[in-house]
C-alpha cells in the first residue's frame, strides 16, 4: 500500500479488506496496534479516550453493494506542512 498515504479512504471492489487496510465500519482498534493512523485521526470517530480509537463509518454509503469502503493504515505517513 506504498502508493496510498496513511488514513486515505479509497473504495474496494473485494469482499475483504485488502493488506494494509481496515474496513471503514466504525470499529474500535488498539491505539498499539495502529499508531500511524491515530496519529492521524485521533479520537475524531470514538474510542475509549485512552487505549483505543474507531475508524469512521462509512456502511451504506457506499456506490454500489459491491463496493467498501477501507482506510489505509499501511502507507507514506502525508506531510503536515
Known sequence: MDEFLVGEIIPVPYMF??????YCDG???????FQLLFALIGF????????TF???NLK???PNPN???VIVTD???P???
Do not use: I, W
Not at 27 to 33: D, G, I, K, N, R
Open 54 to 56: 474507531r475508524v469512521p
Open 75 to 77: 502507507g507514506m505517513f
Open 27 to 33: 470499529q474500535e482498534y488498539p491505539v498499539q496496534l
Open 60 to 62: 451504506g454509503f457506499e
Open 17 to 22: 479488506a485488502p493488506e494494509g487496510t481496515l
Open 67 to 69: 463496493v467498501h469502503y
Open 44 to 51: 475524531t470517530f470514538g474510542g475509549n479516550g485512552s487505549s
Open 79 to 81: 506531510d503536515r506542512y
